[in-house]
């Protein structure tokens, strides 16, 4: 993977306005106009960099998006609860307000990218969970200032990166989540480098209607039956479930094997496929995981994704959770802080694995200070 430039290619920053574009776009509750902040570990995770920049003299200026505003403000998208946060964790840190309440955000504005370098003289990225997106505030700047990686977007960089080039083997990755659609390039990508791969979740229904087993009302895409079976016949060892929970044709909860009857709806891997899967990432070297195994959000179907996790943090192997519902899943079972790495950011995970770069990481490297 080529390498980006990093805060020590910036050189001097004393004195210097610099921006850095950080993903702020924390979980929030309550009113409009109200709001407060769940989790407050995404700002925390920019404060390495920020730190970085300040005791050598920077001003920064923080931007960021916050939720899905469709190019105009909301009051429940304003970043103003975050400003606050912000001021206690890095007094004097300028925080502008949502990106996203400007449509030239989204629409690669130069108009918008003029505006929003005036006053500036450098650009870091250290959003690594929105560098998979040509927007204005990632791909802009670095056209016209000396721009860098921030420590976050460093890190994840060079994990994700180890991941594709030298992992340490057996390399097992896990992908559970809703569709195989969304996936197909990652796990095309994957089985060039895993040694196999553990499939679960809403996804697995796919590959075993491809396998030819009923699988009831659960989701499954059938456009994706023949993609499913052409990726069954790589040789290396595509796990898949061997039991299900779900719902019956009456709504009640069900154990399965794998073939379910009309009606039925599986929803999480069963106790045996849990224990198989676990058997499986013990014996590994190196596991990514993206994606969980059922939808754990509903108590009755927690247990697969559970005990995908609970393995996830007994093993003595690298682990690295490719964010998204996996990262909620651990922070859910209390797990998060057992797991060697995970990525602030599913989809860019994800595209990193699967392409070797992302639009974000091309643009550090044309900025004018790269040779």
């Not at 430039?5 to 979980?27: I, M, S």
């Not at 000396?146 to 057996?170: F, H």
């Not at 009302?217 to 993609?227: G, K, M, P, V, W």
């Not at 797991?339 to 091309?362: K, N, Q, R, Y």
Request: charged content about 25%.
């Amino acid at each position: 993977m080529a390498r980006v430039p990093v805060l020590e290619d910036l050189g001097d920053v004393a004195g210097k306005r610099v921006l850095v574009r950080t993903d702020f776009n924390v979980p929030m509750h309550g009113p409009d106009g109200a709001r407060e902040i769940s989790d407050d570990f995404r700002i925390r995770a920019a404060l390495p960099t920020i730190e970085w920049l300040t005791s050598r003299g920077a001003t920064v200026v923080c931007a960021s998006h916050l939720g899905r505003p469709k190019g105009s403000p909301e009051a429940k998208y304003s970043m103003e609860p975050i400003r606050r946060r912000l001021a206690e964790l890095a007094p004097g840190v300028e925080l502008l307000e949502n990106l996203r309440f400007n449509a030239g955000e989204e629409g690669n504005s130069p108009e918008f990218v003029a505006n929003l370098v005036k006053g500036i003289d450098m650009y870091v990225n250290d959003a690594f969970g929105a560098a998979h997106r040509s927007h204005a505030s990632i791909v802009g700047p670095p056209r016209t200032l000396p721009s860098a990686a921030g420590r976050l977007l460093e890190r994840e960089v060079e994990i994700l990166g180890s991941l594709r080039e030298s992992p340490k083997r057996p390399f097992v990755a896990v992908l559970g989540g809703a569709k195989v659609s969304d996936k197909i390039g990652v796990i095309e990508a994957l089985l060039r480098v895993v040694d196999s791969l553990v499939i679960g979740g809403g996804m697995c229904f796919t590959f075993l209607a491809a396998k030819g087993y009923p699988v009831g009302d659960s989701l499954c895409e059938l456009d994706q039956i023949a993609t499913c079976k052409k990726l069954l016949e790589n040789p290396k060892p595509i796990y898949l479930p061997e039991d299900i929970n779900g719902l019956d044709a009456s709504g009640q909860f069900a154990s399965y094997g794998v073939r379910l009857p009309d009606g039925a709806k599986g929803l999480d891997i069963g106790p045996g496929t849990a224990g198989a899967f676990t058997d499986v990432i013990m014996d590994a070297r190196t596991v990514f995981w993206n994606g969980p195994m059922g939808m754990f959000e509903d108590a009755r179907f927690a247990a697969g994704t559970r005990t995908v996790a609970e393995a996830m943090a007994a093993t003595k192997a690298f682990t690295v959770v490719g964010g998204g519902d996996s990262a909620a899943a651990l922070a859910t079972f209390d797990l998060d802080d057992q797991i060697d790495h995970v990525s602030t950011g599913g989809g860019a995970s994800l595209e990193l694995l699967e392409l070797g770069d992302l639009p974000g990481l091309a643009a550090l490297r044309g900025a004018p200070n790269v040779k």
